[in-house]
């Protein structure tokens, strides 16, 4: 036997047999996409779609499972899909973007509907295709389902607001909000549900067209819903994008026919994007990018609050979250009482396949990710840090077993880069400002956390911090939620502000009818809106 195979991590994969058969999968090749109303065949090539649960092989090799394939188009096809959102779109003269705010509405209940018909199908996918464990992705397909409803009766509330008249200095307007374009929405792996669709969404209420680039990993879940955009809206009005981003995307931002740029992924990737669009002033960029959130932990923290809500805010879908805490910042004088509760309990997660009962850390997706991290951490090790935890770095084909690191410092990989994934940096201070600094110096500019119950203390760093991230939690973890709440980052960490209101603001623009307010003048406007003969000028509520 191979002797991996004999380790304690390679016994938590399971043979075919022991995959319980409500989660069993057969296969999905999907041979066909959606453009311009219709799901067109594909016999071209494909990308086969392995899952991070491994098999195990007669030989005693463990071996990632077949879960199916997907079409890997050319820019030919990214560029009809774009054609038929342009055409959809028709410089706003098109069957959605005219369309009123009510029956967008209806279209957007309808695909609801149809979504949560493939709700089994899709949490199935999501668990081997990325290894999220069975609660998180069914909270995950429940979290998006809700979002459009909230979204939904956030745009209500918008369009009443704008349902009513202003006079102002002899001028009588209304005042609503109209579509951009063409959206190209690019999602990412580790939420492939929730943040595409907290961005595509919104998109579509308010009258934009799609393009709608699927991330790599995380796929083909996106298959079965497919056919519900198709029966729900338009023709044109989504359309899918598949193939190698670096090959399909660039043709699509260089025909400039690309309003707004949506995406959940690196800077670098946004950067090279943004480059290619010939008019970039043109372009409305909406982005949730890069992170490295860090907490510090002060001399008077409650430790016990600490440790779960770092354990749970470093360590939550194995580290995978933009909004995950990737560095701690402990106060020296603390930081052996707070390891010595910290390690030990990371230790104590459930490793174990997606399926699992009560699995906290799953098998990584990312082919190379494994190798990554024990590379981060050989560079730690090598500049005079060491694993605090029992068993931390251990790794078997795609699970690896959480690591604390400390002491961490400036020079090694683990102070700045981003590592998304299940190794935790612990930073030992002597004076607030050096945290400060880090913050100040850094690329990033999501979110921090505070734990302490000194208030003076908690103030005092609540004052510079909300300058430097965008939100800053006091004793409570770094996260998204609630959706209501903005959504953003500075500096490399986001464009734009994303949250249920947002995200429709974001996604649309004030457009203004006004004319003078004359007798004449309000005869008119009184005719127009009495014989409903404009969508947009308009008193009617959408209850």
Known sequence: ?????????????PSESQI??????????QREYLINGEMRPWNGPVSEVYSPVCVPQPDGTLQRKLVGSFPVTTDKEALEALDAAVAAYDNGR???????????????ETFVGKMLEQKKLVVNLMMWEIGKNLADSTKEFDRTVTYIYDTIDALKDIDRAGSRFRIEEGIIGQIRRSPLGVVLAMGPFNYPLNETYTTLIPSILMGNTILFKTPKHGSLLHYPLLDAFRTSF????????????????????????????????????????QRH??????????????????AIILPDADLDVAVKECLLGALS?????????????????????????FSPAVSALKLGMPWDEGAQITPLPEPQKTDYLTGCIQDAESHGASIMNEGGGETTASLFKPAVMYPVQEGMKLYREEQFGPVIPVVPFDEVEEFINYLITDDHGMQASVFGTNTDRIAELIDPLVNLVCRVNINAQCQRGPDTFPFTGRKDSAEGTLSVEDALRSFSIRTCVATKDTDANKAILNEIIADHK???LSTNFVF
């Open 534 to 536: 404009s969508d947009f």
């Open 94 to 108: 098109g069957e959605w973007p005219t369309m009123s705010v009510a029956d967008r509405i209806r279209c957007m």
């Open 317 to 341: 879908f194995n580290g995978q979250r933009c909004t995950a805490i990737k560095i701690i910042w402990v106060h020296r004088s603390i930081s052996d009482a707070f390891l010595k509760r």
């Open 20 to 29: 319980p058969e409500q989660y069993h999968i057969e296969p999905l090749h």
């Open 1 to 13: 036997m191979n002797p991996a195979q004999s380790s304690p991590l390679a016994q938590l994969f």
């Open 277 to 294: 669009h010939p008019k970039l002033n043109r372009l409305r960029s909406i982005m949730s990018l890069d992170a490295k959130n860090a």
């Open 234 to 273: 338009p023709k044109g009005v989504v359309n899918s994008i598949y193939g190698r981003g670096a090959n399909v995307v660039p043709p699509v931002m260089q025909s400039g026919k690309v309003n707004v740029l949506t995406l959940i992924g690196s800077s670098r990737v946004a950067d090279e994007l």
